[in-house]
T-cell receptor
């Protein structure tokens, strides 16, 4: 049973555009929702994370929007740049327990 | 200053062989993980150790045996390698209770 569903599988955006990746979860015990960024040949790296007590968190061009009632959260990348081209994973975990990862989204930002 | 390191980076071997991957972290974390990333980039947790104690053991063939000699090290030994074991294996670490995981650079295992 997949507990975190991520979409889309791949995304192509023009430079300067907004990239949006969505995730939905099922387990209401999840209380930590990170996004990881992975470049080819590298390990995933934590990009930004949110806890369910806030509806939005922004760090530079990256914003997480969180909807607790809908059990959904999304990553918005404003002013997308070619250097943002990578695979993005959402994840969720309960109380420092096991993280469950989404299937990943391959983002390509065209110059 | 490497935070989470893995050796080797690449591993090419034949079916039936036994191989090991080593992981070390210098972040002072108390929890370490092994993940498998397949060709479709799906990332699946395999094992987790906290203070040398196994706390997560997913449905993984018993040909895979993790070992944590101390908090800073987590090794993965694989017996009787199969073609389906070909993947990238990532080690990660965290300070339990703080959620954030730090990943190593990965070990690309190719079984021929």
């Amino acid at each position: 049973q997949q507990q975190v569903k991520q979409s889309p599988q791949s995304l192509i955006v023009q430079k300067g555009g907004i990239s949006i990746i969505n995730c939905a979860y099922e387990n209401t015990a999840f209380d930590y929702f990170p996004w990881y960024q992975q470049f080819p040949g590298k390990g995933p790296a934590l990009l930004i994370a949110i806890r369910p007590d806030v509806s939005e968190k922004k760090e530079g061009r990256f914003t997480i929007s969180f909807n607790k009632s809908a059990k959904q959260f999304s990553l918005h990348i404003m002013d997308s740049q070619p250097g943002d081209s990578a695979t993005y994973f959402c994840a969720a975990s309960p109380n420092a327990g096991k993280s469950t990862f989404g299937d990943g989204t391959t983002l390509t930002v065209k110059p | 200053d490497t935070a989470v390191s893995q050796t080797p980076k690449y591993l090419v071997t034949q079916m039936g062989n036994d191989k090991s991957i080593k992981c070390e972290q210098n972040l002072g974390h108390d929890t370490m993980y092994w993940y498998k990333q397949d060709s479709k980039k799906f990332l699946k947790i395999m094992f987790s150790y906290n203070n040398k104690e196994l706390i997560i053991n997913e449905t993984v063939p018993n040909r895979f045996s993790p070992k944590s000699p101390d908090k800073a090290h987590l090794n993965l030994h694989i017996n009787s390698l199969e073609l389906g074991d070909s993947a990238v294996y990532f080690c990660a670490s965290s300070l339990r209770g703080l959620y954030e995981q730090y990943f190593g650079p990965g070990t690309r295992l190719t079984v021929t």
